[in-house]
């Protein structure tokens, strides 16, 4: 019991470290939708050169 005790009391001092180095930049919000994410889309592949003509 007492280990369980000493996990609990480890686990909230490391999170509140975290918390703490983390400021005002931290996001707990978890996952974003909509118009708050800042998801965008990957650029198009270069278009292959074109091959030489044929003679």
């Known amino acids: ?3 369980i005790a000493i996990g609990f009391v ?3 001092a490391l999170s509140l470290f ?3 180095k ?3 930049s ?3 919000g978890g ?3 909509g118009t708050e994410s800042t998801h965008s889309e990957p650029a198009p592949a ?3 050169p074109a ?3 044929a003679k």
């Open 46 to 48: 270069p278009a292959a």
């Open 31 to 33: 996952e974003k939708h």
């Open 26 to 28: 931290l996001d707990m």
């Open 18 to 20: 975290v918390i703490m």
């Open 10 to 12: 480890v686990f909230a």
């Open 51 to 53: 091959a030489p003509a």
């Open 1 to 3: 019991m007492w280990k």
């Open 22 to 24: 983390g400021g005002d």
